[in-house]
């Protein structure tokens, strides 16, 4: 694998390669301090990010690499005066040894890939594919549970617009025995590709019209906000799925509730201290996985 562009790439060795690596950077982070200690790493950000700019950024320092990075490239790059992205992914390729993009079309960093000499990285793209969030959250998943196959996994919220579902769903795809529930509210519904994807891998997918719906010993809730910033001034309809504490109590002890976040309101605050609230942490992996990622694509050359 040379990009990484869509969770399509994905083998269940792969990811076991990289959970196991990810592991180890977190027993042991001194021991990976300096493994990319000649390589330059650029962030190239078309969308807001928190998380996965900030995690990605913190990781090419920690294996000791350098960074260069723009965070607001729709406005403060050579965007704005008309470069197209693949002028910039040209000219930002000659300083670094992989570009991570997020960009907010669908299909940016494959096209990065016609021209990037150096590894592209999906860092989110459009209402497409977030591949490295599906590696944290399957990584999650992996820790807490010891096993991804046999996982029955409910997504909820914008299973249209949301592209860590979409992402998440490809990655499970990997996996047997897994049971795929969904809720949304109407008009957000998982699109039919991702719903046909499951199935030609012999994966059902229920779509549920209540929380009640849900069975009460799923293995993990992954809620998500409505990306209302992607609907042009539509409204999101009526129905919005709230978990509570009183939700939350439906369901067995061993039912984790994850989030990509940012969390609007969909989560309740009371329920941070829930011990199968497992967001925040979640978040945490991300820098570990993502470490993994870049020491796979870039530590094959060090010393190079
Ligand atoms: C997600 C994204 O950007 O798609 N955030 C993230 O990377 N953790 C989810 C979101 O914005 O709702």
Redo the contacts with the bound molecule.
């Keep these: 694998m040379k990009h990484l562009i869509s969770s399509e790439q994905f083998t269940a060795d792969l990811l076991h390669e990289l959970f196991v690596l990810a592991d180890q950077m977190k027993s042991h982070p001194r021991d990976f301090d300096d493994v990319l200690k000649h390589k330059v790493v650029a962030t190239l950000f078309y969308?807001p990010?928190t998380?996965?700019r900030l995690s990605f950024e913190s990781a090419v320092q920690r294996l000791g690499a350098k960074l260069i990075s723009t965070e607001n490239a729709r406005e403060m790059s050579s965007a704005i005066k008309g470069e197209n992205i693949l002028d910039s992914i040209r000219v930002v390729q000659g300083y670094c040894d992989a570009i991570i993009l997020r960009h907010y079309e669908n299909d940016a960093a494959r096209k990065a890939t016609e021209v990037a000499r150096v590894p592209v990285i999906n860092a989110?793209g459009g209402t497409g594919e977030?591949p490295t969030?599906a590696l944290l959250d399957l990584y999650t998943i992996h820790s807490f549970k010891k096993r991804i196959s046999g996982t029955k996994v409910a997504v909820l919220g914008d299973l249209k617009n949301?592209?860590?579902i979409h992402s998440l769903l490809k990655g499970l795809a990997l996996y047997s025995d897994i049971e795929v529930y969904g809720l949304s509210r109407k008009g957000l519904e998982l699109p039919d590709e991702y719903i046909h994807y499951l199935k030609d891998r012999g994966i059902t997918y229920h779509a549920l019209s209540s929380l009640e719906d849900i069975p009460v010993f799923v293995d993990v809730l992954y809620h998500?906000?409505t990306?209302t910033e992607r609907m042009n001034g539509e409204q999101a309809g009526s129905g919005e799925i709230i978990i509570d504490q009183a939700a939350m109590n439906r369901f067995s002890d061993q039912s984790l509730l994850m989030h990509?976040?940012?969390r609007n309101q969909e989560i309740a605050q009371e329920l941070d201290s829930d011990p199968r609230a497992i967001y925040f942490r979640q978040?945490e992996n991300g820098l570990f996985i993502r470490m993994a990622l870049l020491y796979l694509l870039l530590g094959a050359t060090v010393g190079r």
């Design positions: 969308e990010s998380r996965t989110g977030h969030q949301g592209r860590t998500t906000r990306q990509p976040l940012p978040s």
